[in-house]
């Protein structure tokens, strides 16, 4: 099937930076949309930023122009640029792909573990 790793979160201050990665491996056929969900403690999980097919972005009102989402297909792996970070920023990022694995009928969603991303003031 498919595993997603992510890496990159950590501590840092208001108004710094962090990159995070999310490459994917195993018996993939192909990949389509992948996309980062943040969860804050007590809160639901919610979108931060969306790549579909290559060439469009969406993104979360509250991340628009700090956060850039992009792709490295070659490797499999997507990226999540962060600038400016607010602490409100804080939480448990997930990378999440649509894909076809070799023993998925149809293309599937599927998580990685997380990683945390603290923000302090």
């Known amino acids: 099937q498919v595993q997603l790793v992510e890496s990159g979160g950590g501590l840092v201050q208001a108004g710094g930076s962090l990159r995070l990665s999310c490459a994917a491996s195993?018996?993939?056929?192909?990949?389509?949309?992948m996309a980062w969900y943040r969860q804050a403690p007590g809160q639901q999980r919610e979108l931060v930023a969306r790549l579909i097919n290559d060439d469009s972005t969406s993104y979360a009102d509250s991340v628009k122009g700090r956060f850039t989402i992009s792709r490295d297909n070659a490797k499999n792996t997507v990226f999540l640029q962060m600038s400016s970070l607010k602490p409100e920023d804080t939480g448990v990022y997930y990378c999440?792909?649509?894909?076809?694995?070799?023993?998925?009928?149809?293309?599937?969603?599927?998580w990685g573990q997380g990683t945390q991303v603290t923000v302090s003031s």
């Open positions: 195993g018996r993939i056929i192909s990949i389509y949309n």
């Open positions: 999440n792909v649509i894909a076809n694995g070799v023993d998925d009928r149809f293309p599937r969603g599927y």
